[in-house]
Nanobody, 127 residues
């Protein structure tokens, strides 16, 4: 059974850091591109970052570039999102997802292109 389970959400102070984890089962993260999406209150779900482990390719949306870093640990079959310098605008439910895409950015990193989704983890950034 394919499953993605996020963890690491919670309350973080502005300027702080946290790391989200996406543990995959039923498939290898080597065989899929893994992405992180987020959805804030009243906002559309947006792609934050993605990683294609087979190619070592990563992408981050402009609003988090330089602050967030996606990585994978194939031995643990887990993908991480390190989030630094958090702001209240980062408050959202963060979802990990897997799909067959190249991780080239907005052109192909879109919600409808994902095959599997986790249930999400809430990150709240306080002022």
């Amino acid at each position: 059974e394919v499953q993605l389970v996020e963890s690491g959400g919670g309350l973080v102070q502005a300027g702080g850091s946290t790391r989200l984890s996406c543990a995959a089962s039923g498939f290898s993260v080597d065989d899929y591109t893994i992405g992180w999406f987020r959805q804030g209150p009243g906002k559309e779900r947006e792609g934050v970052s993605c990683i294609s482990s087979s190619y070592g390719r990563t992408w981050h949306t402009d609003s988090v570039k330089g602050r967030f870093t996606i990585s994978s640990d194939n031995a643990k079959n887990t993908v991480y999102l390190q989030m630094n310098s958090l702001t209240p605008e980062d408050t959202a439910v963060y979802y990990c997802a897997a799909g067959d895409f190249y991780c080239s950015g907005y052109v192909d990193f879109v919600p409808y292109g994902m095959d599997y989704w986790g249930k999400g983890t809430l990150v709240t950034v306080s002022s």
